[in-house]
């Protein structure tokens, strides 16, 4: 059985002065959970997040990180960084980092592999762009992504990855993939994780993204293959991540 994963994307929100009072909000709501809670962070912000998450049960993690170790590339991140600063997971592919920096599936398989190296969970989302999806290339545009990834890492190493499906058409838009659609997505993802891997693709947990909310979380996550949520607008208040956390429940 595949624990519930629930992770906050903050993408670039918050502010210093109200960010202790949601994280801790998010300890206190949680403590009984039985769901795991992750927030993604920006990276200014991952000191606060080690200040108040240490020693909880909710975990911390990053946005993006760089394919490189260390060097001269201005505005990235390392994967060694963000270890300094305690991070259990780091979110590679998010459709607004593909689309705002051209981000290819290759360069996105060697993040997969910067991370895994320095011991950071990798959140790989996936996901089609509404004319793909209309063109009937979900699966193999999907698998595109994905198969970058697995092509640059060891079969063993797939059990330590987390993916996230998140249709681009719905991320933001309030438009939610309706749970048999993204069941679909998901069980074709783990098809394709099985054939590198058949023990580690039956573990991996397989978030939903894109407008999760609490009035459709219970319903998406009730699928036998939604293993948890990547959240994004719904992450920043209080009351709506804790919703979700306890419709994993
Ligand atoms: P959303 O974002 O929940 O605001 O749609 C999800 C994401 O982009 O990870």
């Given at each position: 059985m595949r624990r519930k994963l629930v992770i906050g994307n903050w993408k670039m929100n918050g502010r210093r002065s109200d960010n202790p009072a949601l994280l801790s909000s998010i300890v206190h709501g949680t403590e009984r959970a039985r769901a795991e809670c992750v927030v993604c962070v920006p990276a200014p912000y991952l000191a606060q997040c080690e200040a108040v998450l240490a020693g909880t049960s909710v975990g911390w993690g990053a946005q993006d990180v760089s394919t490189h170790e260390l060097g001269a590339y201005t505005g990235e991140l390392a994967a060694c960084m963000l270890v300094e600063f305690g991070c259990s997971h780091v979110i590679i592919g998010h459709s607004e980092r593909r689309a705002n920096h051209c981000e290819s599936n290759e360069a996105v398989g060697m993040k997969a592999v910067a991370a895994l190296k320095a011991g950071i969970t990798p959140v790989l989302c996936v996901g089609e762009r509404l004319e793909e999806r209309r063109a009937g290339r979900t699966a193999a545009v999907v698998s595109a992504q994905l198969e970058a990834v697995l092509r640059l890492?060891?079969?063993?190493?797939?059990?330590k990855l987390v993916l996230a499906y998140e249709p681009v058409w719905a991320i933001g838009s309030g438009q939610t993939a309706t749970p048999e659609m993204a069941q679909e997505v998901h069980a074709h993802l783990r098809a394709h994780l099985a054939q590198k891997h058949a023990e580690g693709a039956a573990t991996v947990r397989i978030l939903y993204g894109g407008s999760m909310k609490p009035g459709n979380a219970k319903e998406l996550m009730a699928?036998?293959?939604?293993?948890g949520g990547l959240i994004?607008?719904?992450?920043?208040?209080a009351a709506d991540f804790l919703a979700i956390i306890h419709a994993a429940n």
């Open positions: 890492i060891d079969p063993s190493d797939v059990a699928m036998p293959d939604i293993d994004g607008g719904a992450a920043l208040i």
